[in-house]
């Protein structure tokens, strides 16, 4: 999961910074600077799918309440479970 998140962020960066320095002819090759932001965009898009993916599989396989974990921060789980907090 957060290998993921961090190639999410890579492609993310990568494909903004790419993208602002395609205005910058005069300093960086523009044709250089689309591929690369082409590059970073199709990355991300893959990451992405690959995570939604890997997220309802795993939800799936598990059956727990993943989706609803990562959008609330709160899982559910059984109630003969111990559940332990820990600071």
């Known amino acids: 999961g957060a ?9 993310l960066v990568g494909t903004a910074v ?3 320095m395609t205005g910058y002819e005069q300093l960086f090759d523009e044709d250089l600077m689309e591929e690369l932001h082409e590059f970073f965009a199709k990355g991300l898009q893959v990451t992405i799918f690959v995570h939604v993916l890997a997220v ?15 959008i609330t921060g709160k899982k559910r789980v059984p109630a ?7 600071p």
């Open 56 to 70: 309802i599989a795993l939800d799936r396989l598990v059956r727990g309440d993943l989706v609803r974990a990562m």
């Open 3 to 11: 290998l993921m998140i961090l190639m999410m962020l890579t492609c």
């Open 18 to 20: 790419t993208g602002i």
């Open 80 to 86: 003969d479970t111990r559940v332990v907090d820990r």
